[in-house]
């Protein structure tokens, strides 16, 4: 799955709630990486030998070994968080090898997604990427951004998911919805 540094990767949202994700490293990062699939509803085990404090607060379960490939059965996709070079290309080769989405944590050639920097008020969740390149200056405009997506934003976005329904019995085309909920969202943040 490496390829050229310029690549466009296809931006998606992942419904994780209840499906099985593995973390590969139970350092500073691997805790990052496992509270955020936690945060989705992922249903997350753990493989390292040791784990830095915060692991005891997550609902993950934790495999007190080294990794072994056949910890990737029945995965959706895996996280490799180890400070060992050679042991998150290993995961990662294991994991192409069974399908699997991987992500070598600040390797971007060495990743099927990358993650990007998410903020998140309500039912909104904006992402920055830059594809890997930089992710401090992903944070950086994250950071910005949050600044205008508040609150009120939050509001309106879950005032308008309550009006999907009745759009869809009353507009009988996408366009008149797509139509509607624009002057619903102008009207609302003006």
Not at 6 to 35: F, I, S
Not at 63 to 80: H, M, N, S, T
Not at 153 to 159: D, H
Not at 181 to 187: A, G, K, M, W
């Amino acid at each position: 799955m490496t390829g050229r540094p310029d690549k466009q990767y296809y931006m998606a949202c992942l419904d994780l709630e209840g499906r099985r994700c593995l973390v590969v490293g139970a350092g500073p990062v691997g805790l990052e990486k496992a509270t955020g699939l936690v945060e989705c509803g992922a249903r997350v085990t753990v493989v390292a030998p040791q784990a830095v404090a915060g692991f005891d607060a997550l609902d993950v379960e934790w495999l007190a070994r080294e990794y072994d490939p056949a910890d990737l059965g029945g995965q959706f996709l895996v996280i490799a968080a180890t400070s060992n070079e050679e042991l998150n290309r290993r995961v990662f080769a294991d994991a192409e090898a069974r399908g699997l989405l991987c992500n070598v944590a600040d390797v971007p050639e060495l990743c099927s997604f990358i993650l990007p920097a998410v903020h998140r008020e309500g039912p909104i969740a904006v992402a920055v990427s830059t594809g890997g390149a930089s992710p401090a200056l992903a944070q950086l405009l994250r950071s910005r951004i949050a600044a205008q997506v508040g609150p009120k934003e939050a509001l309106v976005a879950e005032r308008l998911r309550a009006l999907r329904p009745w759009a869809k019995r009353t507009f009988p085309t996408y366009e008149e919805r797509r139509d509607f909920f624009q002057r619903e969202v102008e009207r609302s943040l003006r």
